[in-house]
């Protein structure tokens, strides 16, 4: 347990994640956001949040049209600012926004003075590269009121650039789940599949198909997202986080069974494609992946030695990308070695867990411990 100086943070979250604590077998533990590693945090989900009342600010129209001008969610704002609500929120000494509804909803109610708690906000595409001077004035005002902990390192120096001087960010290092993603007995010899998977809007599935020719091995691809037509070569499976289709075990034998993994992504400063990126480098598995703004770590993906990064949109670059690994068996054997290497020793959970106590600490001036520690 924490010591006498000890404060108290919550993370918040949209929902799911007590669901998936209370199965016997939660699972793996990276969509907690090292929550599950920090004695004495408390999970909120917002569904037991009250709802907000209904009003013109947060109708469907005006609620909508302000969402789309300034990516500010009035619902989130409207449910946060209820008395009871606020209360709540008003007990702990950190709240840990994990969306950026929340921690654009925390941050305005922090400039408004009503909010005491202070917001760290793991921050994923908050700002666009392309977004208008007059968004990254607004969000200049505003967001100084947070505390930024993006995981991404170039997203964290785009917003260091965009946002001034004044604003606390820090890179915080997403960490998988490294005891569950972890290479298996599956060969992934000649004649397997190649797999992708993701529910991204960022996912370039599209280039996938293009670039996917009839003499290649089978593709499997698990998304919830709409798809245009497949050729014969390519299997998609429907599948996502919260209305699960495959388990998480199914998901794993998926990684562990294939060739190698293929993650198409638009061009993005947000970290896109990150966790299932890490979930197959964890389970020993060469990755050809997008090189995009928002690529977070290339000490983690290191082109031609952990991963392949190919030009992002181009089916010809993945061609290439694809066609690399499946012409040399055991360049892909020895890159995905080199990728569970490199998440065990940079983006393991611990290593996340970690870097977000001493983050905590900095922020509450108190010390903080694991949830096993004595």
């Known amino acids: 347990m924490p010591g006498s100086d000890a404060k108290k943070v919550a993370f918040l979250f949209k929902g799911g994640r007590r669901d998936r604590l209370a199965a016997a077998d939660p699972g793996p533990r990276e969509f907690f956001y090292g929550a599950t590693e920090i004695a004495g945090a408390d999970l909120i989900e917002e569904a037991e949040l009250a709802k907000p009342p209904p009003s013109f600010w947060t109708g469907r129209i005006a609620g909508g049209v302000v969402a789309r001008l300034t990516g500010i969610n009035a619902d989130s704002i409207a449910r946060f600012s209820q008395p009871d609500v606020l209360s709540r929120l008003n007990a702990y000494d950190v709240l840990v926004a994990t969306t950026n509804s929340q921690g654009l909803a925390l941050a305005f109610l922090r400039a408004k003075g009503r909010l005491k708690a202070r917001a760290l906000f793991i921050s994923m595409g908050v700002l ?23 995981l991404s390192k170039p997203e964290a120096d785009f917003l260091r650039e965009s946002l001034g001087s004044k604003q606390d960010v820090e890179y915080l290092p997403f960490g998988i789940d490294q005891e569950f993603w972890k290479p298996g007995q599956e060969s992934g010899a000649d004649g397997d599949y190649v797999f992708s998977v993701g529910n991204d809007w960022n996912r370039d599935y599209k280039t996938l198909i293009n670039a996917w020719r009839p003499e290649y091995p089978p593709l499997k691809v698990v998304t919830s997202l709409p798809m245009p037509p497949t050729p014969n070569n390519i299997q998609v499976i429907a599948g996502g986080w919260r209305k699960q289709v495959l388990s998480d075990e199914e998901v794993r034998r998926l990684f562990q069974g294939a060739r190698f ?17 890490l979930q197959a480098m964890a389970c020993g598995k060469a990755v050809v992946f997008s090189d995009i703004a928002g690529v977070w770590d290339r000490n983690v993906l290191a082109d031609g030695e952990t991963c392949l990064l190919v030009q992002p949109g181009s089916a010809e670059g993945l061609r290439e990308g694809v066609e690399k690994l499946l012409d040399d068996p055991g360049r892909a054997a020895e890159m995905g070695r080199r990728a569970r290497e490199a998440v065990e020793k940079r983006c393991a959970l611990d290593v996340m867990a970690d870097a977000l106590k001493k983050r905590l600490g900095a922020l509450t001036t108190a010390s903080w411990e694991d949830k096993d520690s004595p």
């Open 128 to 150: 666009g590269l392309k977004a208008p001077p007059w968004r990254r004035a607004l969000y200049k005002a505003l967001l100084r009121h947070a505390s930024l902990a993006p």
């Open 261 to 277: 993994v293929v993650l198409p992504i638009r061009q993005t400063i947000q970290p896109a494609g990150q966790s299932a990126c």
